[in-house]
T-cell receptor
């Protein structure tokens, strides 16, 4: 699986937007971009995924660069409950095995 | 629809004992994955199973660890003769029976194993 690079940590204030970047310069044409997050003492939770086009769901938006070498997870209004480790994962296998990196620790200040 | 269930949530074992971790996937899901998270480390894939079949065990330690997903009942991750280095959080995930690189995986709350 291709490698992703994320900042170790980011901070935000409550009710402000958060942009979490991910670089994946060696992405292949068939790799999907997945985002999961892990709240403290919990299992990971799916956030969003995409292939080429920008995606929106009730949790977040995913903006994918035109060359697909980077993407950004956007939380439109951060809440304290969004404090978590966010993982950007590429999956090019046929059965969805996930390879987690170190992720980005998001701290949300009240 | 109940989520992925894991039990026990906490398990304490002494060195040399056996640990059995159970995972009940979401209803209708036939794919199960096990991941391990060592203290202060990231999640690592261990094994991927479908009903009665091990599809990929490339992340499983070569000795003492085994996994199964029988036709009936939960998936079991078994660790024989546990050592202190096995202390970790073990997460199970399930996904529905469709192929594709974009299957969403649903994770359970994990079993936290402590080896004394």
């Amino acid at each position: 699986d291709a490698k992703t690079t994320q900042p170790n940590s980011m901070e935000s204030n409550e009710e402000e937007p958060v942009h979490l970047p991910c670089n994946h310069s060696t992405i292949s044409g068939t790799d999907y971009i997945h985002w999961y997050r892990q709240l403290p003492s919990q299992g990971p939770e799916y956030v969003i995924h995409g292939l080429t086009s920008n995606v929106n769901n009730r949790m977040a938006s995913l903006a994918i660069a035109e060359d697909r070498k980077s993407s950004t997870l956007i939380l439109h209004r951060a809440t304290l409950r969004d404090a978590a480790v966010y993982y950007c994962i590429l999956s090019g296998t046929s059965y969805g095995k996930l390879t987690f990196g170190q992720g980005t620790i998001l701290t949300v200040h009240p | 629809n109940a989520g992925v269930m894991q039990n026990p949530r906490h398990l304490v074992r002494r060195r040399g004992q056996e640990a059995r971790l159970r995972c009940s996937p979401m209803k209708g899901h036939s794919h199960v994955y096990w991941y391990r998270q060592l203290p202060e480390e990231g999640l690592k894939f261990m094994v991927y199973l479908q009903k009665e079949n091990i599809i990929d065990e490339s992340g499983m330690p070569k000795e003492r660890f085994s996994a199964e997903f029988p036709k009936e009942g939960p998936s079991i991750l078994r660790i024989q003769q546990v050592v202190r280095g096995d202390s970790a959080a073990y997460f199970c995930a399930s996904s529905p029976p469709k192929q594709g690189a974009h299957n969403e995986q649903f994770f359970g709350p994990g079993t936290r194993l402590t080896v004394l």
